[in-house]
């Protein structure tokens, strides 16, 4: 079991940038593939980045390649989402979760989500 607390949202103006930290409950996180998802309202949950226990491996959204960053201390037991250039389109809740291997679509834990909200 992996408890997850996403925190970092707010208001952000078009441009602007925010860190997403999720921090996990337990050490075991360190074993586990982490991703990002987000949902805006009335839409879809998208798909966002996800990286591999190690965090050597990533991989991200075609919406977000180039503007987001995802990475992860295990030391803290903490995953990040650096986002960068944002656009009223990634208004959204965002999510992260954990996955027992990097590559599965079906992820066990998840976080509460926090909101982010971008500005014109």
């Known amino acids: 079991q992996v408890q997850l607390v996403e925190s970092g949202g707010g208001l952000v103006q078009a441009g602007g940038s925010l860190r997403l930290s999720c921090a996990a409950s337990?050490?075991?996180?360190?074993?586990?593939?982490m991703g990002w998802f987000r949902q805006a309202p009335g839409k879809e949950r998208e798909f966002v980045a996800v990286?591999?226990?190690?965090?050597?491996?990533?991989s991200y959204g075609d919406s977000v390649k180039g503007r987001f960053t995802i990475s992860r201390d295990n030391t803290q037991n903490t995953g990040y989402l650096q986002m960068n250039s944002l656009k009223r389109e990634d208004t959204a809740v965002y999510y992260c979760a954990v996955a027992r291997v990097y590559g599965t679509r079906s992820f066990d834990y998840w976080g509460q989500g926090t909101q982010v909200t971008v500005s014109s």
């Open positions: 337990s050490r075991t996180f360190s074993s586990y593939a």
């Open positions: 990286t591999s226990a190690n965090g050597i491996i990533t």
